[in-house]
């Protein structure tokens, strides 16, 4: 009786990596791909993030050597690092794209021309608002607004939860929305 060598598996399915084609490789390692994409929490063109893991399956079956080891964990790396390579150029671009239009409308506004009556009757709306504020309201205002504390922030200094913070905001843009209406009426 013939026995087999304890590492025979892992013998066979080093020899058998490279003996299958491209097409049966991307067969049996296209959940892979799609592992990764969930891994990574993409949920925006998936089918994009797909073809690059699929470019990259290729990518890493041209390069593999018996050197590297096992295929799949290989495979893995490769997939895994063009996904993060190709979300970081999309993050990169995306910010680039918001602060070309922060500066357009910093321009529009600057095109923008009141006359001193606007501003001026402005100005008072929001005054005679403001002074109808509780004191409390006024702190509030005062500090999300001007000094842009945080909401954890404001928690503390009110000695209240985040969730009460947000409902006080909330009752005071209300409040606001209401007296400017009854002062532009």
Do not use: C
């Not at 050597?65 to 790396?77: I, R």
């Not at 390579?85 to 918001?98: C, I, S």
Request: charged share 35%; no cysteine.
């Amino acid at each position: 009786m013939m026995t087999l060598p304890r590492n025979f598996r892992s013998t066979y399915s080093q020899r058998k990596d490279y003996v299958m084609t491209f097409e049966q490789r991307y067969k049996q390692l296209k959940p892979m791909i799609f592992a990764i994409i969930r891994q990574l929490n993409l949920y925006k063109d998936v089918e994009d993030y797909a073809q690059i893991g699929a470019i990259a399956l290729w990518e890493a079956y041209e390069q593999h050597t018996e050197e590297d080891g096992a295929f799949e964990p290989f495979a893995y790396t490769v997939i895994r690092r063009a996904m993060i390579d190709e979300l970081r150029k999309r993050v990169r671009f995306d910010d680039q794209t918001v602060l070309i239009k922060k500066e357009e409308t910093l321009d529009a506004l600057e095109e923008t021309h009141f006359s001193f009556e606007q501003l001026v009757t402005s100005y008072d709306t929001v005054q005679a608002i403001v002074q109808q504020l509780t004191d409390e309201e006024k702190t509030l205002l005062y500090e999300q607004y001007v000094n842009e504390r945080p909401n954890e922030w404001l928690a503390r200094q009110f000695d209240v939860s985040i969730e009460a913070v947000k409902k006080r905001k909330y009752r005071l843009k209300k409040k606001m929305q209401r007296l400017a209406k009854q002062k532009t009426t």
